[in-house]
């Protein structure tokens, strides 16, 4: 199940040490083109639909008890136009918790607009990229990862 | 066919799919993101498309048939279309539907009926291409060979 690291020359994670990132997107094809995005830059992905999904994953839903210590999230991209909640919305919730607004959000969206990338900046999102993610746009975030891990 | 012709069939395929704009660079990406481990994956991304596709191409066809036409739900249709389109690299695809949306927002219905038609008649062709080139990539591999990416930048 874990890699080893001989197969990966330039990284020092195994399996375990691998950056875990936090995808949430309510398009399933783009939600398989970030994951193959990320795990192609040695990151372990985990893929949520929704903004509600995302916050039960992160123990951060109404009703839960923030106790997820051992739950390691490294980073987390979202769209910014999905239904229920924005990703805008998700940003805040998550930036209004205790135990995981240290984690660098990156908000994702297909139109740029001025206004909507300075509202998630403003929001404390650690990105704004335009769809659709290319290769490139992988590798920077993998280096950011890396920056903030050290 | 032995396998080199097929392999060379399948650079002009692909570039003559470039060329011709139906397909943009974005293609190019999800082919650079696939390999041995995930030889599948492009297959995989352009089956979910056509699931997508077909099915905002029913609800968009739906949503104009009604008497009092809701443009924000023809509009949400387009963007979702417009987004998975461009997810793909499904150029002329994305481009019917940046007109569409313009129709919708001026609440325009023979300019949307007219956007529909074209948006059917691209995607459609633009499915039988990609299926095309899938099944030569898919005749490629079973005769145990490689796929030339690299011939493309040539």
Redesign the interface.
Known sequence: MASSSSSLPSMEFDFDEKPHVLAVDD????R??IE??LI?STCRVTTAENGKRALEYLGLADGQHPSHSDLKVNMIITDY?MPGMTGYELLKRIKESPTMKEIPVVVVS?ENIPTRINQCMEGGAQEFLL??L??SDATKLRCHIKKLNN | MEVGQMQRAWVEYTKSLFREGFLDA?FQ??Q??Q?ES?PD?VA??VS??FE?SERLLTDLTSALEQQNIDFKKVDAHV??F???S????ALRVKNDCIAFRNFCEEQNIEGCLRCLQQLKQDYYLVKSKLEALIRLEQQIVAACGTIPMEELSS
């Open positions: 398009s399933l094809i783009d398989k083109v193959r995005l192609n136009s297909s769809k659709p290319q290769l | 974005q990406q999800l650079l993101l390999d995930n994956f995989e991304v979910l498309f997508d963007h979702q417009k987004g998975s461009s997810s793909i690299g």
